[in-house]
């Protein structure tokens, strides 16, 4: 089974307000929630953390053994393919991805930090495999049952974040300091995310909850 413990998030309309941000109270109260989670991930030094924002709504798919499954077979990949998070939820978002995720907050397109010779990347230079291209036989994910590599996105409705992704993560959002959302702010770090997705999502998110962008 899996353990589901609820965790108190941290109300915006509460905090201080910051003034180099255009970010509305719930985006920060979104942001420092996120956050306090992946450094209690890192704090307790557990192998991963899994987190799930309170307004998802399950698929019909929805099975913990998928869940179990997936992060199961992630584990288990050999060196030099380590994970850094993996994605549950379906994409609300689909029209900003490594290209223009960031137009909104001035942040640059992420095209070459993630894309090599037209094709999506999951590489850190100086640690992992060099070879300029993967061929399908090889490719990280193509042993994964349900799960495929996934370009920069949007939303962090349900995911499985590992303890080096905690580390990455953590270190993006400070360097983004709250001038961009959480979810976009992730993918802005010196650091590339190794970032996965299980095939179909398993939750999607309540169309009447919309406290990520409260006043």
Known sequence: NINLV?????VGQK??????TSLKPGEIGCYKSHKALWEKCVKEKRPYIIIAEDDIQKQKIFSY???KTAIKNLINKPEPFKWDILYLSEVIDRGHRRRNIGFKY???SLEDKY????????EEPNNLSTSPRTSPSTSPHATLPN???????????????SYRGCLKC???????NYTAPIDVAIWYGDRTLRSFTIVSGLVT???DISDTFSD
Request: hydrophobic letters at 40%.
């Open 6 to 10: 609820r965790f108190p998030a941290i």
């Open 15 to 20: 905090l201080p307000k910051l003034s180099h």
């Open 147 to 161: 799960i495929t590599t996934i370009e920069p996105r949007c939303g962090l409705h349900f995911y499985v974040l």
């Open 115 to 122: 894309t090599r010779d037209g094709e999506l990347i999951q």
């Open 65 to 67: 053994r998928i869940i």
């Open 106 to 108: 001035n942040l640059p």
């Open 170 to 176: 953590i270190e993006a959002a400070n360097k983004i």
């Open 205 to 207: 998110e309540k169309p």
